[in-house]
């Protein structure tokens, strides 16, 4: 009965949000090509409603009237000039006499490229158009021919900004998907590596790149993550953030179980493991699916490092993020109910602190960790050197005025300091980190440390209840595998790890299976 009651409210908490329901669309049949060039060019103009970034050149080749399209800006006049003019040219010299005899000379019998494709339709052209093809059409055929003639700007890959690390490669995930995928390819010389592009999104048709090894991943985990994307019902997809929910479990819970990296050395190194790895054009993020609680405390200097240095690191880690969500909650708890637990010289020193500030010990940590979240903020909106000075003057202006005026404590400054310091340490859990700092606040500030150990004690067991695909979170430390320590807490030398790859589904606990859709 507890269960019916709880699938009820969240059935009416969720219709609460939903839009209303918009009469379902009949699937839009395709306009197939037509035989005559100028029927062509006028279904192409009326369907983008002659937009100016639409080039057109309509010319006659050995007595056929033909028209070379192109999107301004992305396509590169240079590779044009030599893939699609030149033997363009070269063709009234080859006793090129009727459409097909044109078609089969540019097709067959010249090298105008790699990437080279029939089209038959109209929304084929536009794909290839917006994607930076040249699309050539023939009067008298009622197909034509996509060439890759690439030229559009995008940013130089060069290292990214959230994964730095002291050894190993510079190099980070660009935007264009081509040159993501290449970047893996290169480090990656096996012929088991596998891309597989989609489309997703609506409207903006985005192309999406599945990789993964296929001697090393679970077929019935593939089949679902692609089950999975094709089921996504959006319009538009700008960013992998957009994907990143309909790939996440079931239980809510504040952390995800869909990774994400800017470094092409780190994904190889997933994929090779089992994992799949979504690239998305437009993004510099790739997600990792499935991923583990463990892997937000390794980078890939663990790796380059000597071993008993990176067991260092790692138990800082482990120990800074117990730190930041716990520490001011701590604080609180101790301060308002358990004040005896505080040694006496640092109690006299506190209680001193707090005789002359006017809120309550609960109310001034909320206060001063919202106020310290929105500085955070507007120095990371911010250009970067005005952010800069914007941490500048909160640190020092801010911080200083406040203890000063005796609206803060100086203790809790140095709290707060400490919990903002401790929880750059592991910054790809920074979320869910920020907002259970504020809710150990609440808990001790009005139920002590007993509030404090029973929230401690649900965040553990959401963390360890959380299993997607049939792979537990918390795995290899819930369920427990002693083989799989040596890369937990403690990293063991290669020439341990070298001697067997681990994989995802050799775990203990996973029990890989598809998920259906619900009906």
């Given at each position: 009965?507890?269960?019916?009651?709880?699938?009820?409210?969240?059935?009416?908490?969720?219709?609460?949000?939903?839009?209303?329901?918009?009469?379902?669309?009949?699937?839009?049949?395709?306009?197939?090509?037509?035989?005559?060039?100028?029927?062509?060019?006028?279904?192409?103009?009326?369907?983008?409603?002659?937009?100016?970034?639409?080039?057109?050149?309509?010319?006659?080749?050995?007595?056929?009237?033909?028209?070379?399209?192109?999107?301004?800006?992305?396509?590169?006049?240079e590779t044009l000039t030599k893939m699609v003019l030149d033997p363009l040219l070269r063709s009234e010299d080859k006793n090129v006499q009727t459409p097909e005899e044109l078609y089969q000379y540019l097709r067959t019998k010249t090298v105008i490229g790699m990437d080279v494709n029939d089209v038959y339709s109209t929304d084929e052209v536009f794909t290839f158009l917006m994607s930076g093809f040249t699309v050539?059409?023939?009067?008298?055929?009622?197909?034509?021919?996509?060439?890759?003639?690439?030229?559009?700007?995008?940013?130089?890959?060069?290292?990214?900004?959230?994964?730095?690390?002291?050894?190993?490669?510079?190099?980070?995930?660009?935007?264009?998907?081509?040159?993501?995928?290449?970047?893996?390819?290169?480090?990656?010389?096996?012929?088991?590596?596998?891309?597989?592009?989609?489309?997703?999104?609506?409207?903006?048709?985005?192309?999406?790149?599945?990789?993964?090894?296929?001697?090393?991943?679970?077929?019935?985990?593939?089949?679902?993550?692609?089950?999975?994307?094709?089921?996504?019902?959006?319009?538009?997809?700008?960013?992998?953030?957009?994907?990143?929910?309909?790939?996440?479990?079931?239980?809510?819970?504040?952390?995800?179980?869909?990774?994400?990296?800017?470094?092409?050395?780190?994904?190889?190194?997933?994929?090779?493991e089992g994992r799949i790895a979504i690239l998305v054009d437009g993004s510099p993020f790739a997600l990792i699916v499935p991923f583990l609680f463990s892997e937000n405390f390794q980078s890939l200097d663990d790796y380059c490092h000597r071993p008993y240095y990176t067991t260092f690191i790692r138990i800082l880690k482990y120990i800074s993020f117990f730190f930041t969500i716990l520490l001011p909650g701590l604080y609180v708890g101790i301060g308002t109910f358990h004040p005896e637990l505080f040694p006496h010289a640092l109690l006299y020193n506190i209680a001193a602190a707090e005789e002359t500030t006017p809120l309550p010990l609960v109310l001034e940590a909320l206060v001063i960790h919202f106020i310290y979240e929105v500085m955070r903020e507007a120095g990371l909106r911010l250009p970067r050197p005005i952010g800069h000075a914007v941490s500048i003057v909160g640190a020092l202006v801010i911080g200083d005025a406040a203890v000063t005026a005796g609206l803060i404590g100086a203790p809790m400054v140095m709290v707060v300091a400490l919990t903002a310091i401790s929880s750059f340490v592991v910054p790809s859990i920074y979320e869910p980190v920020a907002i259970l700092r504020f809710a150990?606040?609440?808990?001790?500030?009005?139920?002590?440390?007993?509030?404090?150990?029973?929230?401690?004690?649900?965040?553990?067991?959401?963390?360890?209840?959380?299993?997607?695909?049939?792979?537990?979170?918390?795995?290899?430390?819930?369920?427990?595998?002693?083989?799989?320590?040596?890369?937990?807490?403690y990293r063991a030398g290669w020439r341990i790890l070298g001697k067997r790859t681990a994989k995802i589904q050799k775990l203990n606990g996973v029990d890989i299976h598809e998920t259906f859709p619900e009906e």
């Open positions: 009965m507890g269960n019916g009651i709880f699938r009820y409210l969240k059935s009416k908490f969720t219709a609460a949000f939903m839009p209303p329901e918009e009469p379902v669309d009949q699937p839009e049949t395709q306009t197939k090509l037509s035989e005559k060039l100028m029927d062509n060019m006028v279904t192409l103009r009326e369907k983008c409603r002659n937009t100016s970034d639409l080039m057109a050149r309509e010319v006659t080749v050995a007595g056929t009237p033909i028209s070379v399209l192109g999107m301004e800006g992305m396509i590169s006049y050539i059409l023939i009067d008298g055929l009622s197909k034509g021919i996509a060439i890759g003639t690439q030229g559009f700007q995008f940013r130089s890959v060069s290292e990214p900004d959230s994964e730095v690390n002291v050894r190993g490669s510079r190099e980070g995930f660009t935007e264009p998907i081509r040159i993501n995928m290449s970047m893996v390819r290169r480090r990656l010389k096996s012929p088991e590596l596998r891309f597989e592009l989609m489309q997703v999104g609506k409207v903006s048709r985005t192309d999406i790149c599945l990789i993964y090894m296929t001697d090393t991943v679970d077929n019935a985990l593939l089949r679902d993550v692609r089950r999975k994307l094709k089921q996504i019902k959006l319009d538009v997809i700008l960013e992998s953030g957009y994907l990143q929910p309909f790939l996440e479990g079931k239980p809510l819970s504040l952390f995800s179980d869909v990774g994400t990296t800017e470094r092409p050395d780190t994904l190889c190194a997933k994929i090779a150990f606040i609440i808990l001790g500030g009005t139920t002590g440390l007993y509030g404090i150990t029973i929230g401690l004690t649900l965040v553990i067991f959401n963390m360890t209840g959380l299993s997607h695909f049939g792979i537990p979170y918390t795995a290899p430390i819930s369920p427990f595998s002693l083989r799989a320590q040596r890369d937990v807490f």
